[in-house]
């Protein structure tokens, strides 16, 4: 009869003459801890196929929630696009008054053109104007109807590039010069532009944010009905001496798959959104001679998506399985 | 085996399930614990497993001292036990060689040796052929055995059981019983609690009689096994 007390009694017994029997195997920890993994991976698998309504529903939540800032930052991208392209926009239109002579917007041009901030002063006519109008704007035609050129003469101021602070001031001088009507600063709504953008990229990330934290509420919230279906399962393994990683694993796992096939439907729904747009919007880039491109989703964006959205579901798993793990035992 | 120096429960509600108790059961030895309902076998076997910790007083399992061990230790200290409960605990959406395996699967056992250790776990309880049936189809007696072979396929030093006999009739009870007899001929340390004294008498083994949650009487009825 066997009275010796074990050496180690964590380690049951048998598990050493196991051991003893097969030593050609390298790592038998190792080996299982794989299997055990793999059968998560494809059991929680199965436990998502077995109610598949209920599978879809949060699939759709998670994926719409995913979808929107995806689509928000999509369009910021290709608006930055657009704002780049006039980056080089630093003149300034300064619109003279309609009556003044010729030889007094050359007066003044010349003035101008002495200024040490000032790098080059372009002249164009009111007849310049109209001509350059009449072949730009498409209202050919329609200047045809009037008898007299409206336009007034314009100066095309160009600051010197290495004083970029200089040209609001000198904005500022233009603007009192008598003989101006108006001065228009390109780089002024540029600025805008880029402050507007800067704002909705903002908002875009804030949205984000919330929509990551509802997709990470939604996976808790479904895992944790999950574990509470399952909670004399967990019960028992715990019984038997299952580790919170083994009684976390399975829904971990099911949290992965969540968040993965979000990932794929996110994915698919912005495509549809980028088909449905597609048409209209390579209309609109033609009317602008192609000037700026309309693009999608990269591939390394694409994988980001999936990443990051496999992520959230794990980490709403995560959150939710651990909370309940510490509740069922003694501290 | 298992050592309890004047150790206390108290339940938050304020109920004092154990008090002042004190006993040793040696490693290969077999006991029973008795009492009316609530005199506190549960909580003593409870605190054995771990799924309760003692008010006062020290609890010492196979060396080692349960006061002392951590949250991240508990599991280790229930691998080394083989548990029975009296409502057999078995998972009812797998099948009995999945139940039975179970134990092997936490405990980290490669796959080709756990079908030979289950198969022999069944086969000591006499269910062999009963390995692929699910648990809600088998009676009562063989749901008791199935967890049986559950608690002793990762082959435990230590086997406690609540109250294993306690919805069976007087010869399944007897049947499982000297089940557990079995085992400690082969070495495993056996503590059972029971109400069922007739058959605690014909078993002959060491009684410990809680009263109250204190340790009323400790003998060895004379008679045969």
Known sequence: ?331 | MIAFDQVCKRYPSGHEALSELSFELAAGEMAFVTGHSGAGKSTLLKLVALLERPSRGQITVGGQNLNRTQRRGIPGVRRGIGMVFQEHRLLLDRSVFDNVALPLVIAGVARDEIGKRVRAALDKVGLLAREQAQPAVLSTGEQQRIGIARAIVTKPPLLIADEPTGNLDPQLSAEIMALFGQFQQVGTTVLIASHDLALIKRMGKRVLVLDHGKLIDDFRPQASA
């Open chain 1, 1 to 331: 009869m066997n009275r010796r007390k074990p050496q180690n009694r964590l380690k049951p017994v048998a598990t050493t003459s196991a051991a003893a029997v097969t030593p050609t195997r390298a790592n038998p920890g190792l080996r299982s801890w794989r299997e055990q993994h793999l059968f998560s991976f494809f059991s929680s698998l199965g436990r998502l196929a077995a109610r598949p309504w209920a599978t879809a529903l949060t699939l759709a939540v998670l994926s719409v929630a995913l979808a929107l800032p995806l689509l928000f930052w999509l369009l910021l991208d290709n608006t930055r696009g657009l704002n780049s392209g006039v980056e080089d926009a630093r003149a300034i239109s300064v619109f003279l008054k309609p009556d003044l002579k010729a030889d007094a917007v050359q007066a003044l041009a010349q003035r101008l053109r002495a200024r040490a901030d000032v790098a080059a002063v372009e002249l164009k006519s009111p007849e310049q104007g109209l001509e350059e109008f009449r072949s730009q704007s498409g209202f050919a035609d329609a200047l045809k109807v009037l008898h007299y050129n409206p336009l007034p003469a314009v100066l095309i101021v160009s600051p010197r590039a290495d004083t970029p602070d200089t040209a609001p001031a000198l904005v500022a001088e233009l603007q009192h010069e008598p003989a101006v009507d108006l001065v228009q600063y390109d780089a002024l709504w540029r600025q805008r532009l880029s402050a507007i953008l800067a704002s909705a990229q903002r908002a875009a990330a804030v949205l984000a944010g919330l929509l990551a934290l509802a997709a990470l509420l939604v996976v808790g919230n479904t895992v944790r009905l999950d574990i509470q279906g399952r909670s004399d399962e967990i019960a028992v393994m715990q019984l038997l001496g299952a580790n919170d990683g083994f009684v976390r694993r399975p829904f971990l796992y099911t949290g992965f798959w969540y968040g993965a096939f979000a990932g794929v439907l996110t994915l698919m729904l912005v495509g549809i959104v980028e088909w449905i747009l597609s048409a209209p919007l390579a209309q609109l880039a033609a009317s602008y001679d192609h000037r700026f491109g309309v693009h999608g989703l990269s591939l390394p964006g694409m994988g980001m998506v999936l990443g990051a959205s496999s992520v959230l579901g794990w980490l709403g798993a995560w959150i939710a399985a651990s909370r309940h793990i510490a509740l069922g035992q003694p501290q």
